[in-house]
């Protein structure tokens, strides 16, 4: 899996709408790494795009996969389910109301390196999650009550976004962009946006692998070996929350990725979380790489929404998965 990620970024460095030589790219992408001149030969203008567009595109596209991907296979273990995705309790809701409160009303941007609509977007996400949350726990804190208060919050703010949007219809078309999913980036910035929180989770899940394995079992069971259930809970949802609100913010709405690929790893690598989270994060990266250089081709001078790319590959591959497995993992 990480020989794939490692092909797939490459692949997508070399490929984009500027006919740039294939070996001139690998050689300026090796040259940090060595300490004489390898010479691409690429011009000046062709060094920035390397390096000012397609690199950071790439890392980003790994990122926001990975991120997706590791918050879809935590979700799935929190609730028993494997059906369960990132934008479970309403972050994806959240997002899109913040990112349209900062469209039609032209937020300024207030921290560097982050625009108004990524900071809307994230902060709407932290709050339709802690929204759910809060809703939950009037009803006894089960996972059941969690499920079900981010079902009734995100149909309340997609309400209101609802609203604004025909309030002011002139900025529909802007708001649909970055809905349907949008990896465009120029420098570094959403890279390093993303990049600490994401390092952040995935240590803390990756720690926790031992308690999503043991939440498959019932409380008792899981407190007899030695688990803090609740605490486990707590935790690991924070962690996928915040991965998912960040992914959001940076990216738009990408479907399918925190759903599919963490469900074939649990179909045919095994069901224990020591494989599914490594191995999530790899796969996810890759997936969204891979979708990206479509998105970016599929049309080219044009650009489809990566959003429709991986709805066009996820929908109908989760379809088949659903109709060839047989049993679902509990």
Not at 265 to 283: E, K, Q
Request: proline share 5%; charged share 10%; net charge positive.
């Amino acid at each position: 899996m990480v020989a794939s990620l490692f092909v797939v970024a490459i692949t997508a460095s070399l490929v984009g709408a500027a006919d740039i030589p294939a070996k001139g790219v690998l050689l300026e992408i090796l040259q940090p790494l060595v300490w004489f001149d390898l010479n691409s030969g690429l011009s000046e203008i062709q060094a920035t795009i390397i390096w000012q567009w397609r690199l950071p595109r790439v890392i980003l596209a790994v990122l926001v996969g990975a991120s997706l991907s590791l918050a879809g296979a935590t979700y799935q273990g929190v609730f028993r389910n494997p059906l369960a995705d990132p934008y479970l309790l309403g972050a994806a809701a959240g997002a899109g109301l913040g990112a349209t409160l900062a469209i039609v009303f032209h937020f300024p941007p207030i921290l560097p390196l982050v625009d108004s609509v990524s900071l809307s977007a994230f902060v709407g996400s932290m709050i339709a999650i802690s929204l759910s949350t809060a809703l939950s726990r009037t009803a006894g804190r089960s996972t059941a009550s969690l499920l079900l208060a981010g079902i009734a919050v995100a149909a309340f703010l997609t309400a209101w976004q609802t609203y604004f949007l025909q309030r002011y219809i002139d900025s529909i078309q802007e708001v649909y962009s970055w809905l349907i999913g949008n990896l465009s980036v120029a420098g570094w910035g959403k890279v390093q946006v993303i990049l600490p929180y994401f390092l952040i989770c995935l240590v803390v899940v990756f720690f926790h692998r031992r308690e999503l394995d043991l939440l498959r079992l019932s409380e008792d069971e899981a407190r007899s070996l030695g688990g803090n259930p609740r605490r486990s809970r707590f935790i690991l949802l924070v962690a996928a929350s915040l991965l998912t609100a960040i992914a959001v913010s940076v990216s738009g709405l990408i479907g399918f990725v925190g759903l599919v690929v963490p469900h074939l790893i649990r179909l045919t690598m095994g069901s224990s979380y020591r494989i599914i989270i490594p191995l999530s994060v790899f796969a996810g990266g890759a997936f969204l790489c891979l979708a990206d250089v479509a998105a970016r081709n599929v049309m080219a001078p044009a650009e489809v929404p990566i959003g429709v790319i991986t709805a066009f590959v996820g929908a109908p591959f989760f379809a088949l998965v659903l109709r060839l497995s047989r049993t679902m993992i509990k």
